[in-house]
Nanobody, 121 residues
């Protein structure tokens, strides 16, 4: 059983920053997905085991995904927040690579409980 525990969400004003963290019970391909009210889940950023990263276009230049040295902790530094970034953010993991733009959320086996990010204008 894989455990993913997120933390770091909160309420901020537009332009603010947050750092999300996710501790995994083992070392996997990992990423962050989000779901805004009334919208489908979407990939935000992913991190491969070799350290390569990818981002959805709307967050490039503002979000940074990284891993701790032990590689079982995943971070998402989110800067220049916009109201449209408001969503529940989920840490996800899989034993195969996760593609930020094409992996269907339903096929990802491991999800954290989510952490809410709310951005006010």
């Amino acid at each position: 059983q894989v455990h993913l525990v997120e933390s770091g969400g909160g309420s901020v004003q537009s332009g603010g920053s947050l750092r999300l963290s996710c501790v995994a019970s083992a070392y996997y391909y990992m990423g962050w997905f989000r779901q805004a009210p009334g919208k489908e889940r979407e990939g935000v950023a992913t991190s491969d085991k070799d350290g390569s990263t990818s981002y959805t276009d709307s967050v490039k230049g503002r979000f940074t995904i990284s891993r701790a040295n032990a590689k079982d902790t995943l971070y998402l530094q989110i800067n220049s927040l916009k109201p449209e970034d408001t969503a529940m953010y989920y840490c996800v993991a899989d034993i195969i690579p996760i593609e930020v733009a094409t992996t269907i959320p339903d096929v990802i086996p491991y999800w954290g409980q989510g952490t809410q990010v709310t951005v006010s204008s």
